[in-house]
């Protein structure tokens, strides 16, 4: 997956810099904003969409369903809507497991 971590460093982002952390079209995050009730990026005065550490979040969730799990958008929505929080604690497991192997990697590599 594209997105780490340590991207999330700023108070707010714009559609722009969320669309190049998960290498996709920022047409795609306003879809998935009319899509899925848990993003709701604030708007400008001017109407731009500000995304915070936890709408990237929250979209991170919705990557993980549909692009790397293949969900469709319904199958997600139901998975958001009836299992999120248990969704959201494999996802943190998941990443856990993805550092502690990248580490590994990197370990062995060095050793030979």
């Known amino acids: ?6 991207d999330i460093e700023k108070q707010y ?9 998960f290498e996709v079209a920022p047409s795609l995050i306003r879809f998935w904003e009319t899509e899925f009730e848990v993003l709701k990026p604030k708007k400008s005065k001017k109407g731009n969409r500000l995304f915070t550490p ?12 549909v692009k790397e799990r293949g969900f469709t958008i319904q199958g997600a929505r ?11 604690d494999k996802y943190e497991i998941i990443q ?4 502690v192997r990248d580490f590994l990697t990197h370990i ?3 050793l030979g």
């Open 13 to 21: 982002y714009s559609i722009g810099e969320v669309a190049a952390m």
């Open 96 to 99: 856990s497991l993805e550092k």
């Open 108 to 110: 062995k590599n060095q």
């Open 54 to 65: 936890k709408d990237i979040e929250n979209l991170r969730i919705v990557y993980h369903l």
């Open 78 to 88: 139901e998975v958001l809507k009836n299992k999120g929080v248990q969704t959201r």
């Open 1 to 6: 997956m594209p997105f780490k971590e340590k």
